[in-house]
């Protein structure tokens, strides 16, 4: 499935990746399959590239430290899958606040509409995982094979001695940074101080196993070798991002009206004079990019906004002394000459999304009080009547006790009937645990013909040493139809 | 499977894994003219154009290595037809697997409960624990969560026992089932008249509020042909299970007309047989609970 040609089509003498076929009128055969092209980005620096690598840091430094956080001697962030409970800190989720989550992503995606409403895919190149791991592997690559044109070099070469030597050595360490990744990943799910000394003595399950192995397998091939085929081919986020934009948004574009007509001149010459705009067709801004496009073309889908282009095109300006960075962050309607806003309505009713969403997740989480009940009622036979006509009702009352300390609980119940309690009054629960409590209501047989117009009963469960933990839900009183023969 | 559908899925199979690999291989060159702009199908949707751009090599290797995989799959696992593969796998085996496993881990468990006896597991919180979940699994739909009965489900948390209340008689009940089976003898007794007066002597038994002149009728009856299975005294028989009369439980309703149907219509009531649901070993555990339960009410259970 090697190919002769590539099957994109360009317009004669423009420069696009690899050039295009000369331009014949026999239609030609082509490989559908299009072998892909490695990309040797220029290792480029500057003020952009330095802001990415403290951001990259930062991100990085969360991930790696987390799951060795300790809050009251326990893990800090621990997400037990085998128990259900998901701890952050000094609070434990159970399933039945699953919602949370929901609302959690929700207020996760909104933040990233409003991130790219607001500076396009700034999201992207600067924190996506994709692209820190991949800035990661990349600065391995650089390091053991040098910069761009050491590495076509090696990679146009023969396979001696020196290639082979490099190449284990960067794989060895990829696969170093691949585990740490998957190691770090699986501590968030088992406490990492009793993950690796398992590891080291390799008493792992089959599931730990796949669980180290899957995510490094992933992490190598999609950071380290696959790098922009996965913002490409595999991200959906690439291809809806577009339908966020608007002409206000912040874009990296290149100012073709500083810039054009490109062409190569001597530094002392007057670009004026020449008939030349200020971009000296250096291909800077090609060699350094990721993706592998030339941002003159335009905003390209494939552009990730890692602003690499910005700081290699400011490294040439400066030198040839021509001013600003031809390629910037910039908007459509700025581009365009149009009046640009960018505190506009469409960001700042994103924006506002955000913070109300948010202060309403906060309040909800900080307010939830650490009990669960529930009444299960006795299905199969709704009531119990006995021979002087007294009804009973069996409920089997279900205590959680969400806190990370002991309870002991009371229970009471409310009703509009005349109804007595049979059962223990008090329960005591383990931090973490659920107990069960099976209680009666009686209702006297002679006042089981009567007219009741509230049926409800509500049960209350409160903490005898906390009394601000407690729980109130409402069940039935069930009796046979009055009047009725049973 | 039969031969049929072996051979349509075997066909099925064979179609699609060589047709997908049939299109894969088939499309590997394309003729294009290069001087067209684009690469356009044709097709324009609201001024986008759709272009038929080359897919990537590595997607179309994954493409290979998923054809691959399942020819590896069917030889080794079923799915080719009714073959059932190299390492012989069936989900029925899986199972048992696994019930061998859950044997192998949880039967020493219930192998030393079941070698103490009932009255020793009284003591044991973990023992009557795990009775305890078993009731609430296989019991509790009749018996009630709290184990108190309802019409025509005994009470097992009282001291009233229609086959006998000891560990052996418990398990037994449990094992084999019971049935209730009390005639309908009203024709014998005397018709409305005689069901009438026998029920006011039987609530006089157990201390309720009657009318004496037919209670007296109803003994005469009652000691002719009721006492042959209630006992004379009414106290009952375990071995045929018939109620005790004299203690004020009425399984099957205590009021006259309960009283009344009973006699009219006869009594049937049965509870299953257990031997096929429950392990011995859990019927011992779920019999201590039940024991239990009419030796002091526990406070909660898990």
Not at chain 1, 404 to 423: I, K, N, Q, W
Not at chain 2, 200 to 218: F, I, K, N, P, T
Request: hydrophobic share 40%; net charge negative; aromatic share 10%.
């Amino acid at each position: 499935m090697s190919g002769t040609t590539s099957i994109l089509t360009v317009e004669p003498g423009s420069s696009g990746p690899g050039g295009g076929p000369p331009p014949s009128e026999e239609p030609v055969t082509v490989s559908l399959y299009e072998k892909w092209r490695k990309i040797y980005p220029l290792w480029v620096s500057g003020g952009f590239q330095t802001a990415r690598r403290i951001v990259l840091v930062i991100l990085l430094g969360v991930f790696y430290l987390g799951p060795w956080l300790q809050w009251n001697g326990k893990p800090g962030v621990f997400f037990d899958l085998q128990h259900r409970q998901f701890t952050i800190l000094w609070t434990t989720f159970v399933p039945e606040e699953f919602v949370l989550l929901a609302w959690l992503l929700l207020i996760a995606a909104l933040v990233l509409f409003t991130v790219t409403v607001a500076a396009g895919r700034v999201f992207c190149g600067w924190a996506c995982p994709q692209t820190v791991w991949s800035l990661v592997y990349f600065t391995i690559e650089k390091w053991v094979e040098g910069d761009r044109n050491a590495r076509m070099r090696l990679d146009g070469g023969a396979w001696n001695a020196r290639r082979i030597r490099k190449k284990a050595l960067k794989y060895t360490l990829w696969a170093a940074v691949a585990f740490s990744i998957s190691i770090t990943f699986v501590g968030y799910f088992e406490p990492i101080r009793e993950l690796l000394p398992k590891i080291a003595r390799f008493e792992l399950s089959g599931w730990e196993k796949f669980a180290l192995l899957f995510p490094a397998v992933g992490s190598f091939l999609m950071s380290g070798v696959l790098r922009e085929q996965v913002c490409f081919h595999m991200c959906p986020y690439a291809r809806f991002q577009s339908v966020m934009f608007d002409h206000d948004s912040l874009i990296i574009s290149y100012d073709e009206k500083r810039g054009d007509p490109r062409g190569s001149r001597r530094r002392s010459a007057d670009p004026a004079e020449l008939g030349l705009g200020s971009c000296i067709d250096c291909r800077k801004c090609v060699n350094v990019c990721p993706t592998g496009i030339d941002i003159r073309d335009g905003l390209q889908y494939q552009c990730i906004g890692c602003a690499a282009c910005v700081d290699a095109c400011e490294d040439v300006m400066s030198t040839m002394g021509y001013g600003e960075s031809l390629v910037r962050y910039s908007s459509q309607n700025r581009d365009e000459g149009t009046p640009s806003h960018w505190l506009r309505p469409r960001l700042i009713g994103y924006a506002s999304l955000v913070v109300v969403l948010l202060a309403a997740f906060a309040t909800v989480v900080s307010s939830r009080i650490p009990i669960g009940l529930d009444i299960a009622r006795d299905r199969n036979r709704l009531y119990r009547q006995s021979w002087d006509d007294s009804v009973e009702n069996v409920y089997t009352l279900r205590v959680e006790n969400r806190d990370a300390v002991e309870h002991t609980y009371r229970v009471d119940f409310e009703s509009g009937m005349p109804l007595v309690y049979e059962g223990p009054r008090t329960v005591h629960v383990a931090a973490g645990k659920r107990a069960s409590l099976p209680i009666r209501l009686v209702l006297s047989g002679d006042l089981s013909h009567q007219e009741f117009t509230e049926e409800d009963v509500v049960f209350h469960v409160q903490s005898e040493a906390k009394p601000e933990i407690e729980i109130e839900k409402t069940s039935r009183f069930h009796r046979p139809p009055t009047g009725e023969a049973r | 499977m039969s031969l049929g559908w072996s051979a349509f899925i075997i066909g099925l199979i064979t179609l699609n894994i060589v047709g997908c690999a049939w299109l894969l291989w088939g499309n590997r060159n394309v003729k294009i003219d290069p001087n067209a702009k684009g690469n356009s199908t044709g097709h324009e949707y609201d001024g986008i154009e759709e272009l038929n751009n080359p897919l990537p090599a590595w997607w179309t290797w994954l493409f290979v290595m998923t054809i691959i995989y399942a020819l590896i799959y069917l030889v080794l696992y079923p799915g080719f037809g009714h073959f059932s593969g190299v390492l012989g796998w069936s989900s029925g085996g899986q199972y048992q697997a696994e019930v061998d496993d859950a044997d192998a881990r949880f039967g020493p468990i219930f192998a030393a409960y079941a070698a103490q006896p009932l009255d020793a597991l009284l003591r044991e919180e973990r023992a009557l624990a795990m009775g305890g979940r078993i009731f609430g699994n296989n019991c509790s739909t009749c018996h009630g969560s709290d184990a108190r009965g309802g019409q025509g489900y005994p009470n097992l948390s009282d001291q009233e026992w229609l086959h006998g209340g000891t560990p052996d008689a418990i398990k037994h009940t449990i094992t084999e089932g019971r049935n209730g089976n009390m005639p309908p003898l009203a024709m014998v007794i005397g018709g409305d008249a005689g069901v009438a007066d026998v029920s006011e002597y039987v609530l006089s038994m157990s201390g309720r509020e009657h009318d004496a002149a037919a209670a007296a009728r109803g003994k005469m009856q009652f000691d002719m042909i009721c006492s042959a299975c209630h006992q004379a005294d009414g106290t009952g028989n375990p071995m045929l299970g018939s109620p005790n009369l004299t203690d004020n439980v009425w399984l099957h309703g205590g009021r006259r007309e309960d009283l009344a149907r009973a006699m009219n219509q006869g009594i049937l009531n049965q509870m299953p047989s257990h031997k096929k649901i429950l392990t011995p070993e859990q019927i011992h555990l779920v019999a201590a609970y039940v024991y239990s339960l009419s030796k002091g009410t526990p406070e909660s259970s898990p």
